[in-house]
């Protein structure tokens, strides 16, 4: 009686999962990942000799598994139910915060020294005088956070990173890791690596007060209450609480005007379409691009930035006190930013990256070329 | 084809499992080979199933050339037709796993630069060589009849249980089932319970703390506590692994009505090194013993003779392992205890109590894991360092942190090394004869382990971009 109900057991696991995942029709992405799925190969003799198409079947049943999400949801669940501290390299931490794992083995010292050496480069390249050169590097959930963090937790040691960055880049480093301490919890998203409005609108205080400019007044509105973002991707924990992302506006932020890679926008540097999907951050200039420009920002100068994407939430504040503002992206960038500096009449230069993406980015000394 | 993956298990199984039972029963062996063979085996390396059935048709034809000459009186020839057999096979192993090896060594030494061969390794050569020369070798010997049909000598060869990671199946061991076999229901229940223990073994317990392992190691200078985590983990590690993977090669092979031998009984509550080998991968060392040892004299032509062949055996051995020098360190590392053991260690040991023999045998095999798991001898003489001595200390908060996220599996993994699983099971079995509810348990825990599994898998897979890739 037993046996026959281990086999039946056996039969029905074999059975449920083979004959529903075929049947099953094939889903297009995956928007946990952010990435398409594998669709069902074509069948051909050439393939199959290539090993190809077995390879293509391999990855077609990993990626349309029947309950696939529902599957990996699980397997979160039973790893935090036996204990794991860390899922997906992101540590489950109090309060329901999530943090990236970057730990100093993770590290390339020659990148990060490379980098620093870059941007010192591209600064006295700039030929601007050194007030209109600026250096952010926003300091990791990881160091701000830190006593959210599992005990014991590694993160790489953040501190002697930003004394060797002042050091090298002597002068335009602007630092923003004592504001960000103040009621640090405001100041991360729990769900996403990137620093929440109300972070960067404290750092934004923080350059104005050290550059002894006015702070100009924003409005601050509630986007969405939907959020979950990078890092409950990652860690696909179904505890994961959804929490609310907030926009600064400004009247006559919608007549700023804003291209991507020269082409006009219908958005202006907001994309509400973004609020939709699960990648809201993204409304913040709809993502991240090679270049873009945005113009009738209702100042005066020219400021180049060079970042990664914690500058999206942060730029906004920037803008109303510029004319005009040229955002590159390194990851993404094909062309010459030593040309752009000569012929486009650059006032100022700002250099805003997340500490995390900055000391393993290798695209930076792009920013030399 | 991996067995922990959804396309062996729906796609492969689901297909070669009801067409096995559907088939009368002479054309099961034909369909196993077919199966085995060109879509299991050449699923991954489609054109190297092709020296896979050199092999086979190779040694077919010698086996019967071997038993015929042997039925005439003609020994000389059977003799020569066994050479002729051990050198092709051994020569294509050699060939294929050991070639580029050999180049770069020569290369390095004599300053040449000699291009490798652009070759991959056939998956599972090691493993049915010695499974094709066990047949030849014992047909020699009359310890089995020849094999006349082509197809149940190919089906013993391919059948995919067994064929890419063990247990090295002697023909003898399974001589019988091959040419009459009873499938049963109580058999093919019994082989899905060792098939869903070997799955969780080898995802839950081995892949957990493979994870931990892969961390450790590419630590640049852990502390102490640490690194002996980290040969911990690996320790366990490769045992659930290994023996993760024969579970399922029993468990299938079980279903389909083959008894195969065990590989592995516990091995680490082993209290000598000698006990160890007797219990980690079973079906080598008896390989090794009935076709290298014995050949070479065992133990009856003297102690220095014995300890020569000791010493001989283990290093091949260590080497079958890898085409690199720390597998044969490795197996010489074994070798040398063992032949310590032989002379006085034993019975230095059991006049001790049995914990020290077992720490004794638990630090001697941690150790020798770190050999086996560095091919890289720099990289294994720091890290053996860091056991002893670390710049970072001996140990930090990370090393407490490692030890509880993990904690849970480490539990079950030591938990799993010792006879209480067993002896629970062995008392569940017995109570759910008598009450229904513990064979209502059983089911339910073998669904869950499945579940379970299923779930850590389809994770496997998960893999999220920060920004869309298109």
Same mark, same amino acid.
């Given at each position: 009686m037993k046996n026959i109900a281990l086999t039946l057991v056996f039969c029905l696991f074999i059975g449920i999962f083979s004959v529903g995942s075929f049947l099953a029709p094939d889903r297009d992405i995956s928007e946990n990942e952010n990435r398409p799925l594998a669709q069902f190969p074509k069948i051909t003799a050439e393939g199959v000799a290539k090993g190809r198409l077995q390879a293509d079947l391999n990855t077609w049943f990993s990626d349309q598994l029947l309950w696939r999400d529902g599957l990996i949801a699980g397997k979160t669940k039973l790893q935090k139910m036996v204990?794991?501290?860390?899922?997906g390299d992101v540590y489950i931490c109090r309060d329901g915060f999530y943090i990236e794992k970057t730990t100093e083995e993770e590290i390339d010292p020659e990148i990060f020294e490379s980098n620093l050496q870059a941007v010192d480069l591209f600064f006295k390249n700039?030929?601007?005088?050194?007030?209109r050169q600026n250096f952010l590097l926003v300091p990791p959930a990881g160091y701000v956070l830190k006593d959210k963090l599992p005990r014991g937790a590694a993160f790489f040691d953040y501190e002697s990173r930003k004394l060797q960055a002042e050091k090298i880049t002597n002068g335009s480093f602007l630092d923003i890791t004592s504001v960000l301490k103040k009621k640090a919890e405001n100041n991360y998203y729990k769900t996403d690596h990137h620093w929440t409005t109300d972070g960067a609108f404290l750092a934004y205080k923080q350059f104005c007060k050290i550059k002894g400019i006015q702070p100009l007044s924003f409005q601050k509105t509630l986007l969405s209450d939907s959020f979950l973002g990078t890092l409950h991707a990652k860690?696909?924990?179904?505890d994961a609480k959804m929490e609310k992302i907030y926009s600064y506006r400004r009247k006559g932020d919608e007549s700023y005007r804003f291209s991507i890679n020269g082409k006009a926008t @219908?958005?202006?540097? &907001?994309?509400?379409?973004?609020?939709?999907?699960? @990648?809201?951050?993204? &409304?913040?200039?709809g993502g991240n691009y090679g270049i873009s420009t945005v113009e009738n920002c209702g100042g005066e100068g020219h400021l180049l930035v060079i970042k990664d994407s914690f500058a999206n939430s942060f730029l906004p504040f920037l803008l109303p006190h510029y004319g005009k503002v040229t955002i590159i992206d390194p990851r993404f960038f094909i062309g010459s930013v030593s040309e752009l500096l000569k012929t486009e009449g650059v006032t100022d230069v700002l250099v805003l990256y997340g500490m995390e993406t900055f000391i393993s980015d290798k695209n930076v000394p792009a920013i030399l070329g | 084809m991996v067995f922990s993956s959804p396309i062996f298990l729906f796609g492969f199984l689901a297909l070669v499992l009801p067409v096995y039972f559907l088939l009368p029963k002479n054309f099961r062996n034909l369909w196993l080979f077919l199966s085995s063979m060109f879509l299991f085996y050449a699923w991954d390396m489609p054109g190297y199933s092709l020296i896979m059935l050199f092999t086979i048709t190779f040694d077919y034809v010698t086996g019967i050339m071997v038993a015929d000459f042997k039925e005439k009186g003609r020994n000389t020839a059977a003799k020569a037709a066994l050479i002729v057999t051990v050198v092709v096979n051994i020569g294509m192993l050699g060939f294929f796993k050991y070639t580029n090896l050999f180049i770069s060594n020569i290369n390095s030494i004599l300053g040449l630069g000699i291009s490798l061969l652009k070759i991959t390794l056939p998956i599972g050569i090691s493993f049915y060589t010695f499974q094709t020369l066990s047949y030849v070798i014992d047909v020699y010997r009359g310890n089995c009849s020849v094999q006349k049909n082509f197809v149940s000598f190919a089906a013993y060869v391919t059948?995919?249980?067994?064929?890419?990671?063990?247990?090295?199946?002697?023909y003898v061991d399974v001589e019988k089932e091959l040419n009459c076999r009873k499938e049963s229901l109580d058999d093919f229940a019994y082989g899905v319970k060792r098939f869903a223990y070997g799955f969780a073994k080898k995802i839950i317990i081995a892949n957990s703390l493979g994870a931990v392992w892969e961390e450790i190691s590419a630590m640049s200078n852990p502390p102490v506590l640490t690194a002996w985590l980290g040969a911990l983990a690996y320790t366990f590690h490769i045992f659930f692994d290994f023996c993760g993977y024969s579970d399922m090669a029993i468990g299938m092979g079980k279903m389909m009505g083959f008894h195969f031998p065990e590989n592995?009984?516990?091995?680490?509550?082993?209290?000598s090194v000698t006990e160890f080998w007797r219990r980690w991968h079973m079906t080598l060392g008896t390989w090794f013993r009935e076709y290298v040892y014995i050949p070479l004299g065992g133990n009856r032509k003297g102690m220095a003779r014995q300890i020569l062949n000791l010493l001989i055996v283990w290093g091949l051995t260590g080497f079958w392992h890898g085409a690199a020098w720390n597998f044969l360190i490795w197996g010489l590392y074994y070798g040398l205890i063992l032949v310590l053991e032989k002379l006085f260690l034993l019975k230095f040991l059991k006049k001790l109590p049995s914990l020290v023999g077992h720490i004794y045998t638990m630090l001697l095999t941690v150790i020798g894991w770190v050999i086996f798991a560095n091919t890289d001898f720099s990289k294994m003489a720091a890290y053996l360092k860091n056991l002893v001595y670390s710049p970072a200390g001996f140990c930090d908060e990370y090393s407490g942190y490692l030890i509880l996220s993990n904690l849970f599996f480490w539990i079950i993994a030591w938990l799993f090394s010792t006879t209480c699983p067993r002896r629970l099971g062995a008392g569940f079995s017995r109570l759910s004869e008598k009450h229904k509810i513990f064979g209502v348990a059983e089911v339910v825990s073998i669904a869950a382990l499945l579940t379970a599994s299923l779930m850590l898998m389809a994770g496997d897979a998960y893999n999220p971009f920060l920004y869309f890739r298109f």
């Open positions: 204990g794991k501290r860390d899922i700039s030929g601007l005088e050194a007030a860690a696909l924990d179904s @219908d958005f202006g540097i &907001y994309d509400g379409d973004k609020l939709d999907t699960k @990648d809201k951050y993204a &409304y913040f200039f | 059948m995919f249980p067994q064929l890419i990671a063990g247990p090295i199946v002697r592995f009984d516990l091995p680490y509550v082993s209290k």
